[in-house]
């Protein structure tokens, strides 16, 4: 029997009571790079209760998911690394079928949610996974673990991995404290902790 779901903490907001400020967040989600299909759902449903937020915070998430220099496949990497850290249901729900997309193999993906240095991964994700469990873990990264991942990214690169991990952090804690998670229907990828 599956453990018991708990309740989401906000109400869901239709869209034919949005206020203007949270219709005018609506608008931007679909009008960016998630595309017009985007409902307000996850973290989204959750700033629809702070929408003037949720308008700056959508917009920092469309630059670090579709237009840093880091390729989808690394991005989705870290965003799954992020997700199992924080054990955060809807990201990982969310990531787990975009970062098989763009590459990162089913084996590697249930290593890394089951807590596991991921077998199978490349050279550069393994230096990838590494820095994100020590920034995480520590809240540092020591000059080995930085110039492994500083060889393959650069400069630029590393500042948007970096904003990636903190977005995909905001992410994970606003799905956490609300409980945000995916459709009924969907098997949950960690254990929820008792009440």
């Not at 996850?42 to 702070?50: K, R, Y």
């Not at 020591?142 to 110039?147: A, G, L, M, P």
């Amino acid at each position: 029997m599956p453990a018991k779901r708990p309740a989401q903490r906000l109400p869901t907001v239709d869209e034919p009571e949005m206020t203007k400020v949270q219709r005018t967040l609506l608008r931007a989600l679909r009008e960016g790079p998630r595309g017009q299909s985007i409902m307000p759902r996850g973290p989204f449903g959750a700033w629809m209760h702070a929408p003037d937020m949720g308008l700056l915070a959508q917009a920092l998430g469309g630059y670090v998911r579709y237009q840093t220099s880091l390729p989808p496949r690394m991005s989705e990497f870290a965003i799954l690394c992020t997700a199992r850290h924080w054990r955060a249901q809807y990201e990982w729900f969310a990531h787990a079928a975009i970062a098989e997309r763009e590459g990162v193999p089913k084996k590697v993906i249930a290593d890394i949610q089951a807590g596991k240095r991921p077998t199978g991964a490349t050279k550069e994700e393994l230096a990838l996974y590494d820095f994100i469990e020590e920034l995480y873990k520590t809240k540092r990264v020591s000059d080995k673990t930085y110039e492994r991942v500083y060889a393959f990214l650069g400069e630029e690169a590393l500042v948007q991995l970096v904003g990636i991990l903190g977005y995909y952090a905001l992410i994970a804690m606003t799905l956490n404290v609300f409980n945000m998670l995916p459709p009924e229907s969907t098997e949950l990828a960690f254990t929820e902790p008792k009440a």
